[in-house]
């Protein structure tokens, strides 16, 4: 049992959970806009949401403590260097345009992670884009929403129109929603500078905010110009299923309930266009 808990640990604590996610709902993108499964364009996804969350969230571990690095964190960096190289490997098979675009929100991750930011513009030390109030949250909705929608249709050559706009919208509320439990989990921790929603509003309020984002982000399937049974009946699904994590979620939660369960949903939603289609 404590072997499997260890692996479920490492699973969690390296990306790989979270890469799926992304991973999921890239393709996702791709059946609902009927295009072939793209394995360049889902295994970099994969590779990069490795190795860009790995990089935001042990840089700091490991640029202060290289030398005394726990051996799980050490495996970490091996696996994320693994990573990497497989990343770059599928990133030269993407169209020249998408790796151009793609060079702007690397720029943001490295941003996220490397304090760049000068000390005079707030109150307290120098701050990377990950500490400024308010702002974690919605960066992390954007680059969502570009790598799981416009990511994969620039590079199969699907020009910007009307439902991907409202799909990129439906992915950035998504995301802002399973990011909501997240909040609340972390509220016992979180430095109040962060300004996060929880921390602005309460967590009734919060979860108000996730019910109504949720109706939102359903209601938008039928602002779409091509729509069918399956997609319609799939979002209904999710997005009930996630209303449950956003009322039940409080601050005393498990350890995996946000870090597995919550993002284990874009896989759920995922497996139910599957069966669906």
Same mark, same amino acid.
């Not at 693994?82 to 929100?105: D, E, G």
């Given at each position: 049992?404590?072997?499997?808990?260890?692996?479920?640990?490492?699973?969690?604590?390296?990306?790989?959970?979270?890469?799926?996610?992304?991973?999921?709902?890239?393709?996702?993108?791709?059946?609902?806009?009927?295009?072939?499964?793209?394995?360049?364009?889902?295994?970099?996804?994969?590779?990069?949401?490795?190795?860009?969350?790995?990089?935001?969230?042990?840089?700091?571990?490991?640029?202060?403590?290289?030398?005394?690095?726990?051996?799980?964190?050490?495996?970490?960096?091996?696996?994320?260097?693994?990573?990497?190289?497989?990343?770059? !490997?599928?990133?030269?098979? &993407?169209?020249?345009? @998408?790796?151009?675009?793609?060079? =702007?929100?690397?720029? +943001? $991750?490295? /941003?996220?992670?490397?304090?760049?930011?000068?000390?005079?513009?707030?109150?307290?030390?120098?701050?990377?884009?990950?500490?400024?109030?308010?702002?974690?949250?919605?960066?992390?909705?954007?680059?969502?929403?570009?790598?799981?929608?416009?990511?994969?249709?620039?590079?199969?050559?699907?020009?910007?129109?009307?439902?991907?706009?409202?799909?990129?919208?439906?992915?950035?509320?998504?995301?802002?929603?399973?990011?909501?439990?997240?909040?609340?989990?972390?509220?016992?921790?979180?430095?109040?500078?962060?300004?996060?929603?929880?921390?602005?509003?309460?967590?009734?309020?919060?979860?108000?905010?996730?019910?109504?984002?949720?109706?939102?982000?359903?209601?938008?399937? !039928?602002?779409?110009?091509? &729509?069918?049974?399956? @997609?319609?009946?799939?979002?209904? =699904?999710?997005?009930? +299923? $996630?209303? /449950?994590?956003?009322?039940?979620?409080?601050?005393?939660?498990?350890?995996?309930?946000?870090?597995?369960?919550?993002?284990?949903?874009?896989?759920?939603?995922?497996?139910?266009?599957?069966?669906?289609?």
């Amino acid at each position: 049992m404590d072997v499997l808990k260890r692996i479920l640990n490492f699973y969690i604590n390296s990306s790989i959970h979270v890469a799926l996610a992304v991973y999921a709902l890239t393709w996702l993108t791709l059946i609902q806009f009927e295009l072939d499964y793209d394995k360049n364009v889902l295994y970099f996804v994969f590779f990069a949401t490795i190795t860009g969350y790995n990089f935001v969230k042990y840089f700091g571990v490991a640029k202060f403590h290289h030398r005394s690095l726990a051996s799980w964190l050490k495996v970490i960096q091996i696996f994320s260097f693994v990573a990497f190289i497989a990343m770059c !490997y599928y990133a030269f098979q &993407l169209q020249f345009n @998408t790796l151009i675009v793609l060079s =702007i929100f690397g720029l +943001i $991750t490295f /941003l996220y992670a490397i304090p760049l930011v000068p000390m005079k513009y707030f109150r307290d030390s120098q701050k990377n884009l990950r500490q400024i109030g308010g702002l974690k949250i919605y960066v992390i909705s954007l680059v969502w929403m570009y790598t799981t929608v416009f990511l994969p249709l620039m590079d199969n050559g699907i020009d910007l129109n009307e439902d991907v706009v409202v799909t990129g919208l439906q992915r950035f509320i998504f995301v802002i929603v399973l990011m909501l439990p997240f909040e609340i989990r972390d509220l016992n921790y979180d430095s109040l500078k962060l300004a996060t929603i929880p921390q602005k509003i309460g967590i009734k309020k919060t979860k108000i905010i996730g019910v109504f984002l949720l109706m939102v982000f359903f209601l938008l399937d !039928y602002f779409k110009d091509k &729509l069918d049974g399956y @997609t319609i009946v799939s979002t209904l =699904i999710i997005t009930f +299923i $996630t209303l /449950l994590f956003i009322v039940f979620s409080n601050k005393s939660q498990s350890k995996y309930y946000s870090a597995f369960w919550v993002e284990s949903l874009p896989i759920v939603w995922l497996i139910i266009l599957l069966m669906l289609s």
